[in-house]
């Protein structure tokens, strides 16, 4: 029950920002020119934790919408994407179930905190990375076979 009211209230917040994404298909996250979501944006981190792959790409929100032939909405402060896929390290299968938080300090020792969705073969959620500098991406996450597992890396806005 926890689970259904957080998503929902996720899916409530992220209504009004998310209505500029309707040239995505989302039940395939693919953008309008076939390219994967998670091809897009600069690969950030990747290790392997306890058996399990991270791949951590960062994306600028306003690359993408650019890309995508599409304005900013005035109201969205969250400047980047933040999205991690997870594979099982010999077998390759992609892992998509389970829990992912992330904490993002930034230059400024500011902090936010954020739980990221599932999406089609990834995980994601926005942040506010605005000012230029180096920011702490501080990831903690439980898969289905619930060993709970982190992964810290460094990012530089440019």
């Known amino acids: 029950m926890k689970k259904e009211a957080v998503i929902i209230a996720a899916i409530l917040a992220l209504s009004i920002p998310m209505a500029s994404f309707a040239a995505m298909e989302h039940g395939s996250m693919k953008m309008e020119h076939g390219e994967h979501m998670m091809d897009k944006g600069s690969l950030a981190h990747e290790e392997v934790v306890d ?66 969705m599932g999406m089609q073969g990834h995980f994601g959620a926005d942040f506010e990375m605005a000012k230029k500098g180096k920011y702490g991406v501080m990831a903690r996450f439980k898969l289905a076979d619930g060993k709970v597992r982190s992964a810290k890396f460094w990012y530089t806005v440019k």
């Not at 994306?59 to 890309?67: G, L, N, P, R, V």
């Not at 389970?98 to 936010?112: A, F, H, I, L, Y």
Request: glycine fraction near 6%; proline fraction near 3%.
């Open 51 to 116: 058996g399990v792959k991270a791949t951590f790409k960062i994306i600028s929100m306003a690359e993408h919408m650019k890309a995508m032939k599409m304005e900013m909405p005035k109201e969205m402060k969250e400047t980047h994407h933040v999205m991690v896929e997870f594979k099982d390290a010999k077998r390759g299968k992609e892992l998509t179930e389970g829990e992912v938080k992330v904490k993002v300090q930034g230059p400024d020792k500011s902090e936010q905190t954020k739980d990221l």
